[in-house]
């Protein structure tokens, strides 16, 4: 017998100690107190004492250690959640990467099973570990965030409340102590934790809150018309006009610059709710690897991926297109030609110059 | 600038990056000001009963905690229980029922904060309406007063308070609120903080739970996340600009729309419209002007301008002799994101000579290059 999924509740945060933990237990203690059957799965306390103070009274599931390269490693015991099987489980850090040797590499698998058993989850994470995210976060900050999670991850979520405070609160709160023991904290302060780049992490934050709202409210509106449409209805006057669906068409390389055009491609492809395929053209030999690795992480993304064993990049890629209903193709520039083969055309000049009829995209790399 | 507004005649910044002396005698004013001025911050909830005023309230506490001399100096009626427990431990100095025409007034007690002056006030309810003789018209001007002598105020208030954003609140509620502050007042503060909860929560605690109630508190939710993300963008610049670092890519995606009279306009803007609506982000269109265009391109690009104006284009002429590198100095100045272009008209290309097209695409720093057939769209 199947048991209907868990739900899930995501507290969104934009730096460390804006107070999502926080947050997450004060609605754990109210649960409580209502007399949900709740449990800590997993909490990492940071040594913040008015957040530990929060978890008084809570169950706590023990965490299991592993040892990896001679460290021990504390990771949730989920098989032991899952034995507990409580109505609610708190899952703290939502975008944490395991220590090599348990049964699933990410944290939000973890938190999968968990809501395969039926148990509802509340978790929390930080809007930079978002995978779209990854190179605005690097122009707008400088730093590379290397935990990522797929938006579709967080898509799916039931809930998601944005934890707000200010930057300078935050940066007071830091000085204070409260956050990072003290010597780390001046660190923080001077690297990360800016002014300008709190400001702007929170910025995303916030827009991509209002936009998961408005993502809920069109899935509840495209429920309610699929409803509408299986009631017997008068035929409408005149000729309706078919909804077209865009479709937009990454190209995919061995270069490292795919990466930022995947998350591009996908993004904006999410934003205007088109579909999303991902091609690569070349013969298997060259760079196999590195195509490999970015065909892979596309699908990751839910992106449908392609390879067509073609020398002529650009007219496969026209081929392709039209014969897919591509209607935007979005690729990266070409490296400039050295200068003994300026008189010839780089790819993308070729394909501009042979798919006049459609839109092409090209994506520069998001350098600081 | 507010979306829509129309700008012509505005010139890429390549010639007067330089601020003027004007501007810099203002800014200097306004930071002295700042200066001596109490710091405003603003809890900002989407609807009654997200928690606003505990929040607000509790921040109270904790500052006293801190050592912090913090003062109530306005209350709303029907103070939630745990907000009591707070309250016990704070000095009150308590509004002045007032009565005018037979409505009921809460006015605060101006001449004993001052007499008081405390570090910190906290005011619940920020659009409260003043009875006609009062000191000020508006309680947020009393606000205003308090923070030009140097108390800091901490505050909260609704969206459907904030002036500019009552139609929206009310084609979403069918209700309009009667007391209001004008939204200029949230970007003059110096925080704001955002309230959010998920529209479930709030329904168990007021009660109501039928699906519209959920769907129009969802609608109201992400207006208030938006105008929040606005207020913080905002801060962002003005925190860069004053601090002489170059514009650079912010959270908001800003979509450019090139106009030539050749080009497949139509297409562009309505593309460019749906993804400033899809994102919440900018749609502006520029063209680059030049002298020799003929009478039926000059119509053409009239037609064009005018429907990027009614599409709700911010539309900017730029002057400058080479295209391309007017739209490059336009785009960075701009934090632009996507840029729309048309394709050339004339198929194949001059040996070794490099298109328009290709040199936007090798100058694009930041920002994607979006390309639009001609004609109507396949």
């Known amino acids: 017998m199947s048991v209907a999924k868990g739900k899930l509740k995501v507290y969104l945060g934009y730096a460390a100690g804006v107070g999502k933990t926080f947050r997450m237990l004060e609605e754990a203690q109210e649960l409580r107190q209502k007399g949900v059957d709740i449990v800590i799965a997993y909490f990492e306390p940071h040594g913040r004492k008015e957040t530990i103070a929060k978890t008084e009274g809570l169950e706590v599931v023990p965490r299991r250690t592993l040892s990896y390269n001679g460290s021990q490693f504390q990771e949730m015991d989920t098989d032991a959640v899952l034995r507990r099987k409580p109505a609610v489980a708190l899952v703290d850090e939502f975008a944490h990467t395991n220590v090599p040797g348990t049964e699933r590499v990410k944290r939000w698998e973890d938190v999968h099973a968990i809501l395969g058993a039926g148990i509802d989850v509340l978790t929390t994470m930080n809007v930079q570990h978002l995978e779209s995210l990854n190179d605005q976060v690097f122009h707008a900050t400088g730093i590379r965030v290397r935990e990522t999670i797929p938006d579709w991850v967080v898509d799916e979520a039931d809930e998601l409340v944005f934890v707000d405070l200010t930057p300078r609160a935050l940066r007071n709160r830091l000085e204070r102590g409260v956050v990072y023991a003290q010597e780390k904290a001046r660190r923080a302060m001077e690297n990360f934790f800016t002014e300008t780049n709190l400001t702007a992490l929170r910025e995303m934050a916030l827009r991509h809150t209002a936009h998961e709202v408005e993502e809920k409210l069109d899935a509840a509106d495209a429920a309610a018309a699929a409803t509408l449409a299986e009631l017997p209805h008068e035929p409408a006057a005149g000729p309706q006009p078919a909804p077209r669906t865009e479709r937009i068409l990454i190209c995919l390389t061995g270069r490292p610059s795919s990466a930022i055009l995947i998350r591009r491609g996908k993004r904006v492809a999410d934003y205007i709710h088109a579909e999303c395929l991902a091609v690569h053209v070349g013969d298997a030999t060259h760079d196999r690897e590195a195509v490999e690795r970015h065909m892979s992480f596309a699908r990751n993304l839910r992106i449908e991926t392609h390879v067509i064993p073609s020398g002529d990049v650009p007219s496969a890629l026209a081929s392709f297109a039209r014969t897919h209903g591509v209607t935007q193709i979005f690729m990266g520039r070409s490296a400039p030609l050295p200068w003994w083969k300026r008189y010839r055309e780089t790819i993308v000049q070729q394909l501009v110059r042979q798919a006049r009829d459609m839109q092409i995209t090209i994506v520069a790399e998001r350098r600081r | ?378």
């Not at chain 2, 507010?2 to 012509?8: C, D, E, S, V, Y």
């Not at chain 2, 929206?168 to 925080?191: M, S, Y």
């Not at chain 2, 650079?248 to 729309?257: D, P």
């Not at chain 2, 899809?278 to 265009?293: C, I, K, S, T």
Request: proline share 5%; glycine share 8%.
């Open chain 2, 1 to 378: 600038m507010a979306p829509g507004r129309i700008i012509l005649g505005k010139m890429p910044s390549v010639d007067n990056s330089r601020p003027n002396p004007e501007e810099l005698l203002r800014k200097v004013q306004a930071d002295e000001r700042r200066e001596s001025r109490g710091r405003l911050k603003v809890f900002l909830g989407y609807a009654s009963r997200v928690g606003k005023s505990f929040r607000m309230f509790d921040e109270g506490r904790r500052r006293k905690e801190r050592g912090q001399d913090v003062v109530v100096g306005a209350l709303q009626a029907g103070v939630h229980p745990e907000i009591q427990g707070i309250l016990k431990r704070l000095d009150v100095v308590p509004t002045i029922p007032t009565k005018h025409a037979g409505r009921d007034y809460q006015v605060m007690d101006m001449s004993a904060l001052f007499r008081r002056h405390p570090e910190v006030c906290l005011i619940d309810g920020l659009a409260y309406d003043n009875p006609p003789g009062s000191r000020n018209p508006y309680r947020w001007q009393d606000v205003s007063e308090l923070l030009d002598r140097g108390i800091a105020v901490i505050t909260a208030v609704n969206l459907q308070h904030i002036r500019e954003q009552q139609d929206q609140v009310e084609r979403i509620t069918g209700k309009r609120a009667a007391n209001c502050i004008p939204e200029e007042f949230l970007h003059e503060a110096d925080e704001i903080e955002v309230v959010d909860a998920p529209p479930d929560a709030l329904m168990d605690r007021t009660g109501g739970n039928t699906i519209p109630d959920s769907r129009r508190l969802a609608e109201l939710r992400e207006l208030a996340l938006l105008l929040a993300a606005d207020v913080v963008d905002r801060q962002l610049q003005e925190y860069l600009d004053s601090h002489g670092v170059a514009a650079r890519w912010g959270a908001q995606e800003r979509v450019l729309v090139c106009l030539t009279p050749r080009s497949n306009a139509t297409d562009m803007l309505h593309s460019g419209q749906r993804n400033k609506l899809r994102f919440h982000g900018a749609l502006l269109a520029a063209y680059v002007e030049q002298a020799d265009l003929r009478p039926q391109d000059r119509e053409l690009l009239e037609k064009n301008l005018a429907l990027a104006r009614e599409l709700g284009a911010e539309v900017h002429c730029l002057k400058g002799g080479d295209f391309v590198d007017a739209i490059l100095a336009f785009a960075r100045e701009q934090r632009i994101t996507q840029l729309f272009l048309g394709h050339t008209g004339r198929p194949g290309r001059a040996w070794l000579a490099r298109s328009p097209i290709d040199r936007l695409i090798d100058g694009a720093e930041g920002f994607d290059v979006r390309l639009f057939p001609h004609g109507s769209a396949l």
